[in-house]
T-cell receptor
Framework: DAKTTQPPSMDCAEGRAANLPCNHS???????VYWYRQIHSQGPQYIIH???NNETNEMASLIITEDRKSSTLILPHATLRDTAVYYC???????????FGTGTRLQVTL | ETGVTQTPRHLVMGMTNKKSLKCEQH?????MYWYKQSAKKPLELMFV???????ENNSVPSRFSPECPNSSHLFLHLHTLQPEDSALYLC?????????????FGPGTRLLVL
């Protein structure tokens, strides 16, 4: 699986959009970009994933660059409950396992 | 609520005890996983089961013994653990056979070995 690079931490004011970047410059053509988050001491929560096109669901939007070497997870209106560690993971579509890195610790403040 | 449940949520055990962690998924998935998350460290994959068959053992010590009696249930049997085995143990499940199928995690069991 391709390696990802994320900033270790970010801050965001409540109500503002949180934009979390991820670099995956060695991504292969059959590899998807997945985003999970982990609120303190809980199991990771699936957020969204995509291959080439931008994706949106009720939680977030995923913007993937045209060359697929980077992506951005957007939480449109961050709340205090969005404070968590966010993981960007690249994995082949049929691969079995996920390899977690250290992620980005997002702190949402008043 | 992800459809993956784990019991117990918290466990304290001595190094000579034997205990078991249980995971159950209600999603109709056929692959199940055990992960370990030690303090300040990323999640580490321990075991993978597909259709009840173990397909991956990530060099896990034999004091951890997994069991998968069917596609909905997964156990992790623990015996003679060490204090450094204290961690959050996470179960996950996934439907295989399609592109991009994602894993869903349970809430975890917080284990403390004294």
């Amino acid at each position: 699986d391709a390696k990802t690079t994320q900033p270790p931490s970010m801050d965001c004011a409540e109500g503002r959009a949180a934009n979390l970047p991820c670099n995956h410059s060695t991504i292969s053509g059959n590899e998807y970009v997945y985003w999970y988050r982990q609120i303190h001491s809980q199991g990771p929560q699936y957020i969204i994933h995509g291959l080439k096109n931008n994706e949106t669901n009720e939680m977030a939007s995923l913007i993937i660059t045209e060359d697929r070497k980077s992506s951005t997870l957007i939480l449109p209106h961050a709340t205090l409950r969005d404070t968590a560690v966010y993981y960007c993971i690249v994995r082949a579509g049929t691969a079995s396992k996920l390899t977690f890195g250290t992620g980005t610790r997002l702190q949402v403040t008043l | 609520e992800t459809g993956v449940t784990q019991t117990p949520r918290h466990l304290v055990m001595g190094m000579t005890n034997k205990k078991s962690l249980k995971c159950e998924q209600h999603l109709g998935h056929n692959a199940m996983y055990w992960y370990k998350q030690s303090a300040k460290k990323p999640l580490e994959l321990m075991f993978v089961y597909n259709f009840k068959e173990q397909t991956e053992n990530n060099s896990v010590p034999s004091r951890f013994s997994p069991e998968c009696p069917n596609s909905s249930h997964l156990f992790l049997h623990l015996h003679t653990l060490q204090p450094e085995d204290s961690a959050l143990y996470l179960c996950a499940s996934r439907r295989t056979g399609g592109e991009g199928e994602t894993q869903y995690f349970g809430p975890g069991t917080r284990l403390l070995v004294l």
